[in-house]
């Protein structure tokens, strides 16, 4: 659900920015890399924030990666359009418009990993005394003890455990790369 709203959230966005700039709604022929070139000046212009029902713009711009991942969405969008034959090159032949499009670039940003204090205020912020408290100690040192990403812990069956013998199964289907 978080992956498809958000795909909704940047289609609605380039939408909006396409119909205020044709003062028109938008078709599917409006559709280019020019215009997702626009979109991404615009992008890089707005204010983090702005829109958010929870939260208030604090002055800051949108950081590249989420313009990044706005462009992503875009192709993704493009590539579902190619594969249901909605979108033609000038010589008719169903095709990808965005497959040129290169992701504006986004600074990688190290990960640190948690101090033994952030680690130690990370466990005792979870009260093993009640059942909810206890699964989440659990998922909390399964984080620290294993490195797992969300969707691998998310993605276990109860067959993945083997508790006696001191392991768990990761799923390549949920496992990152």
């Known amino acids: 659900p978080g992956y ?28 280019s890399i020019e215009a997702i070139r626009a979109f991404i000046l615009s992008e890089q212009q707005r204010p983090r924030w702005l829109g958010h029902p929870k939260m208030a713009p604090d002055g800051k711009l949108l950081s590249a990666q989420m313009i990044q991942n706005e462009v992503r969405m875009l192709k993704v969008f493009a590539s579902w359009l190619e594969a249901e034959e909605f979108t033609r090159d000038d010589r008719g032949q169903v095709s990808n ?39 989440r100690l659990a998922l909390v040192m399964l984080y620290l003890d294993t490195g797992c990403r969300l969707a691998e812990i998310a993605g276990l069956k109860q067959e993945d455990l083997h508790l006696e013998e001191g392991y768990l199964h990761v799923r390549w289907e949920t496992a990152k790369g």
């Open 4 to 31: 498809r709203r958000e795909l909704e959230r940047t289609l609605e966005r380039f939408a909006t920015f396409l119909a205020e700039g044709l003062e028109r709604p938008p078709l599917l022929a409006d559709l």
């Open 97 to 135: 418009l965005l497959r040129r499009l290169k992701l504006p670039k986004a600074e990688k940003k190290e990960l640190q990993p948690l101090t033994p204090e952030e680690e130690t205020k990370l466990i005792r912020s979870c009260d093993d005394r009640t059942h909810p408290g206890c699964r």
